[in-house]
């Protein structure tokens, strides 16, 4: 559904398992006064029950509901049967749920109903709150964890209890989070479990078609900060969030972990599994930019399916992701970069066989990299609807390009190998000279090693014509020349300030 729902389950999530630990005091009012607080601050419209019954305070029967964002007549609820905040007597609350409780998300449009009840089990420790009103802190332990889904009820659709199945288990879960409250709401949190294990099952009610899904990470760890604002009612509008300081700096990371997907769909079947050496995954986003850094480490893949003539066994020593990009318009230059990392993709020997059965051909691992950095500007508001159907119409510019900078090019396969480096600006104010393209300049740095072998191998093998050998090899000398080492041919390729492109000082254009 919306960001704001989403945001308010996970703050939920945040509220039931939390953590630190300080030195003020703090009420068993001031916490439960504190999330309320919170929720409502977030757009929930909250329902309790509350008795203080000596130096404890009980919450039964809450339910927090909010009306989606943009979406007429469609609200969203949770629902939790008790919460109890019970005052230690040296200034710290004991939180305590059930050691097994149901939750309920429901949602609703018209006519239309749609409820998933949980069921969350835990060993019964409390959560400790210390601190005071305006910074509170959590510390919060458990050695096990789980989640468990008991049904799903959709209005018109007869979904069986047995139908689907899924399950979430964190054990050694530990979290620290230090909440505190000044003109935004800010979060400081930590949390690592030993290990996190999932499954699924998707059953076709009176079939035999199904799809399941199982896997484990272990030595998993999170962290961040965030910020925001004390009022999110804000009918969605995520402008207006970032422009009252809503934003966040987190990270995720596990040590190793595997899964396995199985799908049968009449007679045709598939199968995938897969292990993991760790992975990192890193998000930033405030009034700024956006920014994602996801890396995975060691993996190995097995598929087999039935339209998939034999088992394939892939592996790759690292695969990457990273983006970063500016938010906010502004006619100032702004940082962005982009980068994609696959190194080491190695296929089998049998699939080899399949396209190169003499072994004609080295069988080294692939790898393609590619890192970009640059500067551009943005010329509208990424979240105003009315300014993004006024780029989608060319009405009006999304921004200016002004440089890129080719960190590391890296293509290598069958025993050649392409590097390069480049940096390049561009001028918005030419747009003819390069048919529309603001006209860049500046110069990239290319090498080439073993191409000629290749081609060599490649029309022994009669996967390349003379023809076509030749063509290349004319375009190769016409744009590098040779290196220092064997089947080495370097390039230098400038693109100058009034248009002209040279090719190691010989000039093409």
Wanted: aromatic residues 6%; hydrophobic residues 40%; proline residues 4%.
């Amino acid at each position: 559904m919306s960001i704001v729902f989403a945001r308010g389950c996970s703050a939920t999530a945040l509220l039931v398992f939390s953590a630190q630990g300080a030195l003020a005091d703090v009420t068993a009012q001031d916490v439960w006064s504190d999330w309320k607080s919170y929720m409502t601050g977030t757009g929930y419209e909250i329902t309790a029950t509350e008795s203080q019954s000596g130096n404890t305070l009980t919450v039964s029967d809450l339910s927090m509901m909010m009306p989606i964002p943009d979406e007429e007549d469609v609200t969203a609820a949770i629902s939790m049967p008790e919460i109890k905040f019970t005052e230690n007597g040296d200034g710290t609350v004991s939180v305590l749920l059930p050691k097994e409780f149901p939750m309920v998300v429901r949602a609703s449009e018209d006519d239309e109903k749609f409820k998933v009840s949980v069921t969350i089990a835990h060993d019964g420790t409390p959560m400790t709150v210390s601190g005071d009103a305006k910074s509170m802190t959590y510390d919060y332990a458990t050695s096990q964890m789980t989640v468990t889904l008991d049904s799903i009820e959709a209005t018109g659709e007869d979904i069986p209890a047995d139908a689907v199945k899924a399950s979430a288990t964190l054990a050694d879960f530990a979290a620290k989070t230090t909440m505190s409250l000044t003109d935004t709401r800010s979060y400081e949190q930590t949390w690592t479990a030993s290990s996190v294990t999932y499954n699924l099952d998707v059953r076709e009610p009176g079939g035999d078609d199904y799809v399941t899904a199982a896997g484990t990470m272990l030595g998993v760890e999170t962290g961040g900060t965030s910020t925001v604002p004390t009022d999110l009612d804000k009918g969605g509008d995520m402008a207006a969030l970032l422009a009252s300081g809503f934003g966040f700096d987190g990270s995720f990371s596990y040590d190793s972990g595997n899964a396995a997907i199985s799908v049968q769909e009449g007679s045709d079947s598939f199968a995938f599994n897969s292990t993991s050496g760790g992975g990192e995954v890193g998000m930033v986003m405030d009034a700024s930019k956006l920014s994602y850094d996801i890396t995975q480490k060691d993996m190995d893949f097995n598929v087999t399916g039935s339209d998939i003539p034999f088992p394939l066994a892939l592996s790759m020593a690292e695969a990457g992701f990273n983006i970063s990009m500016p938010l906010a318009k502004s006619d100032e230059e702004q940082d962005f970069a982009l980068g994609i990392s696959l190194r080491d993709f190695a296929v089998p020997e049998m699939l080899w066989g399949m396209i190169d059965p003499a072994g004609t051909l080295p069988h080294d691992p692939a790898s393609v990299v590619l890192s970009l950095t640059g500067k551009g500007k943005v010329l509208f508001d990424i979240f105003d609807p009315e300014a993004m159907e006024q780029v989608e119409d060319g009405d009006i510019a999304p921004g200016e390009l002004n440089a890129v900078t080719v960190n590391e090019l890296l293509v290598s396969a069958a025993g050649a190998k392409l590097t390069g480096t480049g940096d390049f600006t561009f001028n918005n104010e030419d747009l003819v000279s390069f048919d529309g393209m603001p006209a860049p300049a500046g110069e990239a740095n290319l090498s080439l090693v073993g191409a000629n072998t290749l081609m060599d191998k490649l029309m022994e093998m009669g996967l390349m014509s003379e023809n076509d050998a030749m063509g290349a090899r004319m375009m190769m000398g016409m744009l590098a020349v040779p290196g220092e080492g064997e089947d080495t041919l370097n390039s230098k390729i400038e693109i100058t300030e009034d248009g002209k492109i040279l090719a190691n000082g010989q000039r093409l254009k």
